[in-house]
């Protein structure tokens, strides 16, 4: 198979500093990106840290346009070939900061973009909000998602985590399948749609 590059992008909504979101983000970044070398592909990988965002986002949802810093990281995520999305959860679903971002995307970036859905909890009664609530949300957006998600409760850090690593390859390994099952994607055209319709606008409102 001959090398190609496809982007990756990771979406990380942890709110702590280190947090075990960003930590299983890692964790499935790195098995997908081991997976795409095995199957010829040379990933590039770009981390998207929701909490550095918390005021753009805000600010997004009161004026309808993201600024330069929020902007750049949709334009990460949007352009990107697959996309790692891990949020922790609260009250048996994903944290507001996870929805808001995706709130802000437009309603056809994510058509047919491969994600990996991962979620954290400091228990496993929780673990159930990646299909009640996560899964319906990318099935909205009419992404294509891997059929294995990755949930992580404060128990499955302890010892050799085997039973989490497993899933964590299962996961990456799907992915990797639908990254290299379709063509890279375009980069967007700044110039596609220079202009918000008042429609829009009254849509955002």
């Not at 949930?151 to 497993?166: N, P, Q, R, V």
């Amino acid at each position: 198979m001959s090398n190609d590059t496809r982007a990756l992008a990771v979406v990380s909504a942890g709110l702590s500093n280190p947090s075990s979101t960003r930590l299983l983000a890692d964790r499935l970044t790195t098995a997908t990106v081991a997976a795409l070398h095995e199957r010829g592909i040379t990933p590039t990988v770009e981390v998207v840290e929701l909490r550095q965002h918390a005021r753009d986002l805000a600010d997004s949802l009161l004026t309808g346009f993201p600024n330069a810093s929020l902007r750049e990281a949709v334009d990460t995520v949007t352009g990107a070939d697959g996309l790692i999305a891990v949020t922790p959860i609260f009250s048996a679903s994903y944290s507001g900061l996870f929805k808001t971002f995706f709130d802000v995307l437009d309603k056809d970036a994510l058509t047919a973009k491969p994600v990996l859905m991962g979620a954290t909890a400091g228990t496993a009664r929780h673990s159930l909000a990646l299909e009640h609530a996560l899964r319906p949300l990318f099935s909205y957006l009419r992404a294509v998602v891997a059929p294995t998600a990755v949930f992580a409760a404060s128990e499955d850090w302890a010892g050799s985590g085997g039973a989490l690593h497993d899933r964590i390859v299962r996961a990456a390994e799907e992915l990797a399948d639908l990254v290299a099952g379709r063509p890279p994607a375009a980069p967007a055209d700044p110039f596609d749609d220079p202009t918000t319709s008042f429609e829009e606008l009254l849509r955002r409102s």
